[in-house]
């Protein structure tokens, strides 16, 4: 079957979809556009119930397993599209949900926790970099985070997919890796803090940042194994918190190799 008219009820719910978190989660349904991303979706084991292709673009081959599959005109394709040249694909998939009691970690874990996020990109850029460090988990304190927005998805190229990840209260949070025996490393300046590249990430970690307007909170602070800095040498003081996420977990993981 193939979708010409944007007035569609199909693709009238896409863009509600795209557009609004209560429609992702009141019906339990997100947007993957992308090939990447949807072949990272399937490997990633989310279920997918609904593929959109403009045939006059798509190219690849992925299996979908039961999800009914629609083509749509280039002219509606590009009304849904964020990005024209994505392939030509858009999903619909189920959401899954991202708790604590989910989480299975390993021995030695190294886990990044994020004190609530400001912006659906600096979230996908964590996860990427999760992705490319191979990081056990990441934790958002924000129970309300919605990790299925699709700028979540796109600034994570889709590494949402292949990260293990949760959301919880901080008090929840702190209890989880309290549990796990993971040493607590927050990035908090006080007069005990130290260089980053002075601080053991050869054990267990939970690397723990805030956001760029406020910070990390006492919360944290106060409830931490030790505190940590990356020095700074220029004018500013301080970096973006997903520059900083990356700084900070590949230390650990140098340590590690």
């Known amino acids: 079957m193939q979708i010409e008219s944007l007035q569609n009820p199909r693709i009238k719910n896409l863009l509600k979809l795209q557009e609004k978190s209560r429609e992702r989660k009141n019906q339990g349904l997100f947007i993957v ?14 279920e997918a119930v609904e593929i ?13 397993g039961k999800a009914k599959v629609f083509t749509i005109t280039r002219p509606v394709f590009e009304k849904l599209a964020y990005r024209k040249s994505t392939g030509g694909i858009i999903g619909v998939y189920k959401t899954k949900a991202a708790q604590l009691d989910d ?14 996020v400001e912006k659906p ?20 304190c924000d129970e309300t985070v919605d990790f299925f927005n699709p700028n979540v998805i796109r600034s994570s190229v889709g590494t949402l997919f292949t990260n293990n990840i ?49 910070g990390l909170s006492d919360f944290w602070a106060d409830n931490s194994d030790s505190l940590i800095k990356i020095p700074m040498l220029g004018f500013v003081d301080s970096l973006n918190v997903s520059n900083a996420a990356a700084i900070c977990v590949y230390e650990a993981v140098r340590q590690r190799v």
């Open 121 to 140: 990109g600096n979230l996908g850029a964590v996860l990427r970099t999760g992705d490319g460090a191979k990081v056990d988990a990441v934790i958002v």
């Open 52 to 64: 959109y292709l403009c045939e006059d673009i798509y190219q690849h081959t992925i299996n979908f």
């Open 166 to 214: 949760a959301a919880g209260k901080k008090e929840d949070v702190l209890n989880f890796l309290q549990s796990k025996n993971i040493q607590i490393v927050s990035t908090f300046l006080r007069d005990e803090t130290k260089s980053l590249y002075e601080t053991n990430f050869t054990k267990s970690s939970a690397i723990i940042l805030g956001t760029e307007a406020t």
């Open 103 to 116: 989480l299975h970690l390993p021995e030695n874990a190294l886990v990044v926790v994020l004190e609530a």
């Open 33 to 46: 556009e992308g090939t990447q991303e949807n072949e990272l979706a399937i490997k990633g084991n989310y």
